[in-house]
């Protein structure tokens, strides 16, 4: 069974533009959780989406938004990127409330 | 506000011992407890979970210890090998509400464990 999928694996931005990231969830998962990963820092949870909708959202400015598309793959959007955006941010899926099961992670990095 | 903290951020420890990795949290509203490894360049892998009606969980190799009481988690990792070698989180989460929008995880920081041959 094919595991939680992210694209791209690196990905490198100026300030100013915008970044898309990807995410494909295990077969049968629901629910996708985007989490930010800050070099030395733990993981800050970003937002979740379950069956299309926004269910919770992180302490993240607007600029950080997303959706999730009727096959329950997800997109992260990051608008107006600073230098500070710079991280690994990590995508997991689940099946709602159960445990979660990471990706490799797309590495951003805002020059 | 609420967290999830860990008291070592650095472990080391000679191949064939007993590992031991502590976390502390503070919201007591957490139900369910996580222990995720993250090897350099890979995303977290879940390792072994707990919830709050129990205290202590088994699983190959690890053993996950709750104390409510003091709002204390640990990892055991018996017989330590150079595989093990990572960085280890906690996570904790409330219990869902009626609607559901607790299932965010909150982790702490990390343990880098080095797991020395």
């Known amino acids: 069974e094919a595991g939680v999928t992210q694209s791209p694996t690196h990905l490198i931005k100026t300030r100013g533009q915008q970044a898309t990231l990807r995410c494909s969830p295990i077969s049968g998962h629901t629910s996708v959780y985007w989490y930010q990963q800050a070099l030395g820092l733990g993981l800050q949870f970003l937002l979740w989406y379950d069956e299309g909708e926004e269910r919770n959202r992180g302490n993240f400015p607007p600029r950080f938004s997303g959706r999730q598309f009727p096959n329950y793959s997800s997109e992260l959007n990051v608008n107006a990127l600073e230098l500070e955006d710079s991280a690994l941010y990590l995508c997991a899926s689940s099946l709602q409330g159960d445990e979660q099961f990471f990706g490799p992670g797309t590495r951003l990095t805002v020059l | 506000g609420e967290s999830v903290g860990l008291h070592l951020p650095t472990l080391s420890v000679q191949e064939g011992d007993n590992s031991i990795i502590n976390c502390a949290y503070s919201?007591?509203?957490?139900?369910?407890f996580i222990w995720y490894k993250q090897e350099s360049g890979k995303g977290p892998q879940f390792i072994i979970d707990?919830?709050?009606?129990?205290d202590k969980r088994q699983g190959q190799r690890v053993t996950v210890l709750l104390n409510k009481t003091v709002k204390h988690l640990s990892l055991q990792i018996a017989a330590t090998q150079p595989g093990d070698s990572a960085v280890y989180f906690c996570?904790?989460?409330?219990?869902?509400?009626?609607?559901?929008?607790?299932?965010?995880?909150?982790f702490g920081k990390g343990t880098l464990l080095t797991v020395n041959p």
């Open positions: 996570a904790e989460r409330p219990q869902p509400d009626s609607g559901g929008s607790n299932y965010k995880l909150t």
């Open positions: 919201n007591s509203a957490s139900d369910y």
């Open positions: 707990i919830r709050s009606n129990m």
